[in-house]
């Protein structure tokens, strides 16, 4: 059996970071059973040369190691608790209100600073706010990227948050923040996956490194 590279242990690490998170685009059954083999391999390392034979080669004991993993790591389909995707829509300021419970006072007053609006095709009067800044962790994170896009326009605001970016896997800032894919996104790349399953901060960092470019190359 063939341990593992230090890059093939790095790409285990994210893909079970993604198939914890309920995001890995791959055969869960396989990531698994690969992860089993690798760790019964460390484990008998330090166990004599013919029972470390005996030891990984047993397909008892790797079968129930596959499969207290697989109901460790693998998660409920029917667990609803948990989005799994960005929502695509557009919130009347009605709808926010009665998402959020706040007062129409300050609503207008934060937007632009905790979260953005724009202006529907045609209808100069009225504001629309993408639903996907009310969803998870991102409201907590938003006001940071708002604040070095401040001078933006509400459509270069949008237009930022929701292209794909090259520095990104494809992926758009709104996703990276969020660390969910967007609804309508058909398809989801095992590279793209590890990055949605980065850590928070990290994901938020790159984000933000991101924006301070945009603002950078518009000065």
Not at 1 to 7: N, Q, S, Y
Not at 82 to 90: I, N, P, W
Request: aromatic fraction near 6%; avoid cysteine.
């Amino acid at each position: 059996m063939e341990l593992a590279t230090k890059r093939n242990k790095a790409n285990v690490k994210m893909d079970l970071r993604a198939l914890v998170n309920g995001m890995y685009s791959g055969d869960p059954s396989k990531l698994i059973d690969k992860l089993a083999q690798d760790l019964l391999y460390s484990a008998s390392e330090s166990l004599a040369p013919d029972l470390q034979r005996a030891f990984v080669s047993n397909k008892s004991v790797y079968r129930a190691f596959a499969h207290e993993l697989k109901v460790l790591l693998v998660r409920d389909d029917t667990e609803e608790s948990r989005e799994k995707t960005l929502s695509a829509d557009k919130l009347s300021p009605d709808e926010v209100l009665a998402r959020t419970g706040m007062s129409k006072t300050t609503l207008y007053r934060a937007d632009h600073v905790k979260f953005y609006s724009v202006i529907p095709a045609g209808m100069q009067k009225r504001r629309a706010f993408p639903a996907w800044q009310f969803q998870g962790d991102v409201p907590s994170h938003l006001p940071r990227v708002l604040a070095i896009l401040g001078r933006k326009s509400r459509i270069q605001v949008n237009t930022f948050f929701v292209s794909e970016q090259d520095a990104l896997n494809e992926l758009t800032p709104a996703e990276m923040m969020a660390g969910l894919p967007f609804e309508d996104r058909l398809d989801l790349a095992p590279e793209q996956s590890r990055m949605l399953a980065m850590p928070e901060e990290k994901r938020l960092d790159m984000v933000i490194a991101l924006a301070t470019m945009e603002v950078a190359d518009t000065d």
